[in-house]
């Protein structure tokens, strides 16, 4: 245990710089092509100031100084959690996020469990069955799914079951069962479709290796090699693409997010964009880089559980 706690030391120690550049690189881009932020600020809220109230107001928040003094000053601010004011709705910026978590992640949640759980049979069945009818027939509804933009099947979706069959909104009203159905479907249908054909190419690798050969030889059931042998030893390729699926479902599905009206992080990147809300924007670029790097890590600690060759390796496969 003592290599583990070394790696991810040295794995959050390794992942300050790359946070800090980020945030750097983010930063530059809304100061330089941004505009006057008072006067955006203020023309968000629908108000007009006067050039003499204009500079009072860039004395006041400190945009006369240079910009790393700038710079500084906010990296500091978020260090201590403080990620400004929002221009639109006036609230703190972290807060405001924070409120707006925990719809995205049960969105996110309940799309990966859903991704699972349709992606994960029918990609086994396509590789036991491989080139047969069900294989075929898998194979071509994947590549089409894959094909299909998420903006279409929601618009596929929303017109079926809430337009013709009217069992569903089209509108999110709060974090109901029904309001979550749309959202969640769009988005596993989209991911089933690239996990079924990479399950598909784990399970048909694995299965023509020579231990499965030998399993077989031995008359050990054919489901035992499968779903004791196969998927445990591919199970480190499936957490990876949980994990960064997941990564990318926390950081917001903004499109996805917008059409349904989910009250999200997504949605609010979209809305804080199209107000030129610079300070949300700022804090959004930051958290997808924060969730990558805490996905990322998560995936890491778990593959030290799950490869016994890591563990009995200590830190040189960890490296």
Do not use: C
């Not at 120690?13 to 930063?27: E, N």
């Not at 505009?35 to 108000?47: L, N, S, T």
């Not at 880089?289 to 996905?295: D, G, R, S």
Request: proline letters at 4%; a positive charge; glycine letters at 8%.
């Amino acid at each position: 245990m003592e290599n583990l706690y070394k790696y991810i030391l040295k794995r959050l120690l390794s992942l300050i710089p790359i946070l800090i550049g980020i945030s750097f690189i983010s930063f530059a881009l809304i100061y330089f092509t941004g505009g006057d932020a008072v006067a955006v600020r203020y023309e968000a809220i629908g108000g007009v100031l006067s050039p003499e109230l204009l500079n009072q107001k860039r004395e006041e928040l400190g945009l006369n100084r240079p910009f790393m003094v700038q710079y500084f000053t906010w990296l500091l601010g978020v260090i201590q959690g403080d990620m400004g004011i929002s221009y639109v709705s006036g609230k703190p910026v972290f807060s405001y996020i924070m409120s707006k978590l925990p719809n995205t992640l049960l969105l996110s949640l309940s799309a990966l469990f859903t991704t699972m759980f349709i992606s994960l049979p029918l990609g086994i069945l396509s590789a036991v069955k491989k080139n047969g009818i069900f294989d075929n027939i898998i194979r071509t509804m994947s590549f089409i799914g894959n094909s299909l933009p998420n903006f279409f099947v929601a618009l596929v979706l929303s017109y079926i079951f809430a337009l013709k069959m009217k069992l569903l909104p089209v509108i999110s009203q709060g974090t109901s069962l029904k309001s979550l159905i749309l959202p969640t479907l769009t988005l596993s249908l989209a991911m089933s479709a690239k996990y079924i054909r990479q399950i598909r190419s784990l399970i048909i690798a694995e299965l023509s290796k020579p231990y499965v050969s030998g399993a077989r030889a031995r008359g050990i059931k054919e489901n035992i090699i499968i779903f004791f042998n196969v998927l445990r030893l591919t199970s480190l390729t499936l957490i990876t693409l949980m994990t960064l699926s997941f990564g990318s479902l926390l950081g917001g599905s903004s499109i996805v997010e917008s059409i349904f009206m989910w009250d999200g992080i997504g949605k609010l990147a979209i809305e804080s964009i199209n107000l030129r809300d610079y300070p949300m924007i700022l804090a959004y670029v930051l958290w997808m880089a924060l969730i990558y790097v805490f996905v990322n890590l998560l995936a890491d600690i778990s593959y030290y559980f799950l490869d016994p060759r890591l563990r009995l390796g200590g830190g040189k496969h960890a490296n």
